[in-house]
């Protein structure tokens, strides 16, 4: 079993940043990689980035590509998701999920959400 | 606009089947494995089947996926009033080289 847990949400003006968490616990170490998702308000899923639990390989969304960084720290057990000029087109849910393939098996675990309100 | 294309929404009665179809490309699609989830109303996504037509533990069996070329299906029997939620088709995008999704389904039962 895996939990997640997301962190680090909130409201914020264009153009500044902000740093999500998603702390894992459990049998995170069966998981091959930690993805980002998220959801704009009555909308549906949109993929964001994702990270090799080792750190060592990232993808990211084109719409994001630039401004926003995926990184692990597994000693903490920790993915953060470092967001840069962030604009309203980035407000939404921001869901973490774990997989144990880069490109199969489906997100078999997610966390709660965190919402990030990107507005002036 | 979404790179995979589901119908927007769905219906039939307790204790029927529905389809609900997820239209690709080769890129997607046509060379990797699909994933369906079910996201009930405030919560989190749920995995529901993956690599084209694998449950995880603890999905029933009423829940069925399929794949040929191009598109993919998700089937589920023994329609609940349970199973009333948006259910997304996503997959990996070579050409893209990330995740890409449905634009979700809403079933009402």
């Known amino acids: 079993q895996v939990q997640l847990v997301e962190s680090g949400g909130g409201v914020v003006q264009p153009g500044t940043s902000l740093r999500l968490s998603c702390v894992a616990s459990?049998?995170?170490?069966?998981?091959?990689?930690v993805h980002w998702v998220r959801q704009a308000p009555g909308k549906g899923l949109q993929w964001v980035a994702l990270?090799?639990?080792?750190?060592?390989?990232?993808y990211y969304a084109d719409s994001v590509k630039g401004r926003f960084t995926v990184s692990s720290d597994t000693s903490n057990k920790t993915v953060a998701l470092q967001m840069h000029s962030l604009r309203p087109e980035d407000t939404g849910v921001y869901y973490c999920a774990s997989s144990r393939g880069a490109t199969t098996y489906g997100f078999d675990y997610w966390g709660q959400g965190t919402l990030v309100t990107v507005s002036s | 606009q979404s790179v995979l294309t589901q119908p927007p929404s769905v219906s039939a009665a307790p204790g029927q089947r529905v389809t609900i179809s997820c239209s690709g490309s080769?890129?997607?699609?046509?060379?990797?494995?699909v994933a369906w989830y079910q996201q009930l109303p405030g919560t989190a996504p749920k995995l529901l089947i993956y690599d084209n037509d694998k449950r995880p533990s603890g999905i029933p069996d009423r829940f069925s996926g399929s794949k040929s070329g191009t598109s993919a299906t998700l089937g589920i029997t023994g329609l609940q009033t349970g199973d009333e939620a948006d259910y997304y088709c996503?997959?990996?995008?070579?050409?893209?080289?990330?995740?890409?999704f449905g634009g979700g389904t809403k079933l009402t039962v």
């Open positions: 459990g049998s995170i170490f069966s998981r091959y990689a």
């Open positions: 996503g997959t990996w995008d070579s050409s893209l080289s990330g995740w890409v």
């Open positions: 990270v090799s639990y080792d750190g060592f390989n990232k």
């Open positions: 080769s890129s997607n699609i046509g060379n990797n494995y």
